[in-house]
Structure formats: structure tokens, C-alpha cells
């Protein structure tokens, strides 16, 4: 009977390590993206007679820019802001 051994190399391919590695900084990328939005978005809604608001927001498991506010303008008047920020990356999105 004739055996061959054949090394096996305990060190991790380059590629896998290249890979984790990205999807590590992928993964802090999107904390600190989803912190930047909740710090962004209002704590609570301001009470407006006669309009009822209910907000729902969900945000994807990526990077996301979305944004709304409800602002006090003149008088009796309010202001609705919804917006997308547009771009790639934290850098984009904070700057």
C-alpha cells in the first residue's frame, strides 16, 4: 500500500483574510452610519391640532441616508422635511 501524505497549511488563504477583513470595515461602516441617523432623526414629534402623525421608520440593513423632521416655522405653521442624502460612505454622509 503506497500513501501519500499531503501538507496541509494551517495558515489562512490571503484572500479569505483580505475578505474578512472588508467585511469587518463594511460592518463599522454601517454602525456608524445607523448611529449618525438615529442621532439626526427627532426624538419625538411636536403635537399639531387638528393633524395627527404617526411615524414609522425602518432602515435597511445598509447604509442609509434618509431623513425627516417636523420644523416650527411662523406662527401657526410647520414645516415637513423628508430627505435621501445622497453618496457612498460615512465620509459622504457626515461631512
Not at 28 to 45: M, N
Amino acid at each position: 500500500m503506497n500513501l501519500q501524505q499531503t501538507p496541509i497549511s494551517l495558515q489562512p488563504d490571503p484572500a479569505d483574510v483580505r475578505l474578512a477583513r472588508a467585511l469587518a470595515e463594511l460592518d463599522r461602516e454601517r454602525r456608524a452610519v445607523g448611529k449618525i441617523r438615529r442621532s439626526l432623526l427627532p426624538a419625538s414629534l411636536p403635537e399639531i391640532p387638528g393633524f395627527e402623525m404617526s411615524p414609522y421608520y425602518r432602515s435597511s440593513k445598509h447604509a442609509s441616508g434618509d431623513y425627516y423632521d417636523v420644523v416650527p416655522l411662523i406662527e401657526d405653521q410647520w414645516g415637513f422635511v423628508m430627505a435621501d442624502v445622497a453618496g457612498h460612505g460615512t465620509r459622504r454622509r457626515s461631512s
